[in-house]
DNA sequence: AGATAAGTTTAGGCAATCCTAAATCTCTTG
DNA sequence: CAAGAGATTTAGGATTGCCTAAACTTATCT
């Protein structure tokens, strides 16, 4: 029952559910553009396909409204997501990629990877709870831990807080960040916001000393992070 | 410049390469119903893809009289090769999978994975040239170990030879093969070989104790030995 | 040589995915 | 409330890869 799971859902119908399912957790339902947007796919495109899921249970669709998983497509869409990082911990702890190319390479393999593979890399790995950029990994049983987590965007000036997710597509930012010490686990004071979407001063103590460095808005929404408790 | 090599060739594409390259070493040129019957396709459509592949320059094509690789598509073959191989390899070795499962395992990932990743995967196996079946690995710039090896099922009465390598592709078959002891490196002397196409009686010494066990003329073709030095 | 079997190719289709351009809908705003 | 901006869908196409049925080639056998 578990093993025709292969060549049931193709690549790109894996992507869409992905791409859905954090859309969903976002604002509330996706929107064809959203969609189109985070694949890099023409609007057009994205309808058809849109049909497609609906015509396969994945997905509800309200024309002009949006889409929403269904119990099925969500649970999908949370395979793929446990595929996914699971080989991103993988990659990273077991065969020594840099933490900024594991999104890519992981982005092919979870469409190959069989589930009897990402199990036995799930337990080499003594079953992670988090992948290497913070983001909960999805039980074999479809759970995740679905902690609001605020953006480092959002917190006041003077609070302290821990970093406990970092945005991972984009492998320049990522490189970035791991210059400037941020990433999971990271304790990071808020010195300084300054008005108007203005610069945000930091103090960032990675675990080693720390250093005060100041970080755009855009990029601070990026980085997600939690009481420092 | 090494990297642009992941989208170039589609799966399909990688799995007619990696036949015809087979089919080639074995008779002349390719025929269709051979490639056909190789990737249980219809030989229609292997007609189709054969334009397609003759009109990228991997093959050449003389109609009604077979396919063969060019130097391109050698090298493309030998790629997808390596790729598969070093899988099954990393399978076995590291994630311990059972030596009849990694060939359908590795047949999906070998389109996904990187030239990163096997390169990495090989160095954390030290590089190895044999697959688990014996299968030569091709080397990063296209070299193969080509010995011609004698199936089990010519071999003479009496003769002592070394098993080099068997078919990979049933499950079933290698099951069966390991549980005689028949596995790359095991010695073999036969015993008897009965006329008629019957049954070969062997002596199989595969580093244990040694036993005695008859098998059929077509399971033999499927077991390859070389020298028993 | 002519007939036939076997193997190969062409013709015509289908499904999945993507695209651009044009039509349509929704929502906000004057 | 009508208009326009923006989002969405439909229409019409292209590509890859596979299929069946029919036409065609090659080679063999009498």
Redesign the pocket.
């Known amino acids: 029952m578990a093993e025709s799971a292969r060549h049931v859902l193709?690549?790109?119908?894996e992507d869409y559910l992905k791409a859905i399912y954090d859309l969903e957790r976002v604002g509330d339902a996706a929107?064809?553009?959203?969609i189109a947007l985070r694949?890099?796919?023409?609007?057009?495109?994205?309808?058809?396909?849109?049909?497609?899921l609906a015509d396969q249970g994945l997905i509800t669709?309200e024309?002009?409204r949006?889409v929403r998983l269904t119990a099925g497509g969500r649970s999908a869409a949370l395979r793929t997501l446990r595929r996914h990082r699971i080989l991103e911990c993988y990659l990273t702890e077991v065969l020594g990629y840099p933490w900024d190319r594991v999104h890519e390479e992981a982005e092919q393999l979870e469409h190959a990877a069989s589930e009897e593979l990402i199990e036995r890399m799930a337990k080499a790995l003594g079953d992670p709870i988090h992948d290497p950029h913070g983001a909960p990994i999805p039980t074999r049983d479809g759970r995740v831990e679905e902690v609001a987590l605020r953006s480092l965007s959002e917190v006041a000036q003077g609070e302290r807080v821990r970093v406990r997710q970092v945005q991972d597509e984009d492998a320049e930012r990522l490189r970035y960040l791991a210059e400037l010490g941020i990433r999971p686990g990271a304790l990071v004071r808020i010195l300084d916001k300054a008005p108007f979407e203005g610069p945000i001063t930091l103090w960032i103590d990675d675990g080693g000393g720390g250093t005060s460095r100041a970080i755009g808005v855009s990029l601070a929404a990026q980085v997600f992070v939690g009481a420092s408790e």
């Open positions: 193709t690549g790109p119908v929107s064809t553009n959203d694949l890099a796919i023409s609007p057009a495109s994205v309808s058809g396909m849109v049909r497609r669709h024309p002009y949006g």
